[in-house]
């Protein structure tokens, strides 16, 4: 009868490990050698498996997580910057404007020193008023009574030049004064509506991104920036930006060139 082969009995190289099989005993002591996978072999092919399984999906999930990392990044900062609340007072300081407002790839040095006037070149309240509004990304919606001045109009071309979109709602009357920067506004492209009845369009208030409100009393003139007694709030608050967005709204609506007539009719009198 055949048996197995004791350890002491297998070939050299299963006595070493190689495994190739498994050696049964024959007829008259011959051997005979059975296919037979050794022991850890299958093991360590599934162990191999294995690895390479976790190590793709870790690597699959470090990817997304670093994709999903700038977005989580902004989220923490917004959940611990505090809302935007800033009063400017006026009149303003004169100061020079220039590095805020040079248009993209101007020749303007960095340094204030690169700058010829002879203004200061620090903070004033235009100055924080110029980058309030020169923070827009997408959209600024303009409401203003009176709009002369220069650094302000040529802010807004900026923002339009950049693609911001950009409105703008005005009074019939003052935007037909002279120095007026509703004309220069319509002439580069910025879309601009206005009243045509006898009441006059007295709001004075800007929306950034649909996000910052800007408003007071100020008009946006150089008389008012300069020698008036005027205020200005600037606020992040979602409430107040959809109170005011949505007058915008009905205004511009109003406003629709389609509903102008040639000779607007005058209000009667009781």
């Known amino acids: 009868?055949?048996?197995?082969?004791?350890?002491?009995?297998?070939?050299?190289?299963?006595?070493?490990?190689?495994?190739p099989g498994a050696w049964r005993s024959g007829a008259g002591g011959a051997q005979t050698r059975v296919r037979r996978r050794a022991p850890g072999a299958r093991v360590s092919s599934g162990m191999g498996r294995l690895r390479w399984q976790v190590a793709a999906a870790a690597a699959m999930g470090l990817?997304?997580?670093l994709e999903a990392l700038p977005g989580?990044?902004?989220?923490?900062?917004?959940?611990?910057?505090?809302?935007?609340r800033e009063v400017l007072f006026f009149p303003s300081q004169v100061t020079c404007t220039e590095a805020l407002l040079r248009a993209p790839g101007a020749a303007l040095a960095e340094l204030p020193e690169g700058c010829p006037?002879?203004?200061?070149?620090?903070?004033?309240?235009?100055?924080?008023?110029?980058?309030?509004?020169?923070?827009?990304?997408?959209?600024?919606?303009?409401?203003?009574?009176?709009?002369?001045?220069?650094?302000?109009?040529?802010?807004?071309?900026?923002?339009?030049?950049r693609g911001v979109r950009v409105r703008v709602v005005t009074d019939c009357d003052y935007m037909a004064l002279n120095g007026s920067q509703i004309g220069l506004l319509r002439k580069a492209g910025i879309q601009v509506r206005h009243d045509q009845d006898l009441g006059y369009m007295h709001h004075k208030f800007a929306i950034v991104d649909k996000r910052v409100l800007i408003t007071g009393s100020l008009n946006w003139t150089?008389?008012?920036?300069?020698?008036?007694?005027?205020n200005v709030l600037i606020m992040e608050d979602d409430e107040y930006v959809r109170l005011f967005l949505e007058e915008f709204e009905r205004i511009w609506e109003e406003f629709n060139p389609t509903k102008y007539t040639f000779f607007p009719q005058k209000k009667k009198s009781h």
Do not use: D, K, Y
């Open 1 to 19: 009868m055949g048996g197995w082969a004791w350890p002491g009995t297998w070939p050299l190289a299963a006595r070493e490990g190689a495994w």
């Open 222 to 230: 150089t008389q008012a920036i300069q020698n008036n007694r005027e």
């Open 117 to 161: 006037c002879g203004l200061p070149h620090g903070e004033s309240a235009l100055s924080r008023l110029l980058r309030a509004l020169l923070a827009a990304r997408a959209s600024l919606e303009l409401c203003l009574f009176a709009f002369s001045s220069p650094q302000l109009g040529r802010a807004v071309q900026l923002l339009h030049q």
């Open 72 to 84: 989580v990044l902004r989220w923490l900062r917004s959940r611990r910057r505090r809302p935007r």
């Open 63 to 65: 990817a997304l997580a």
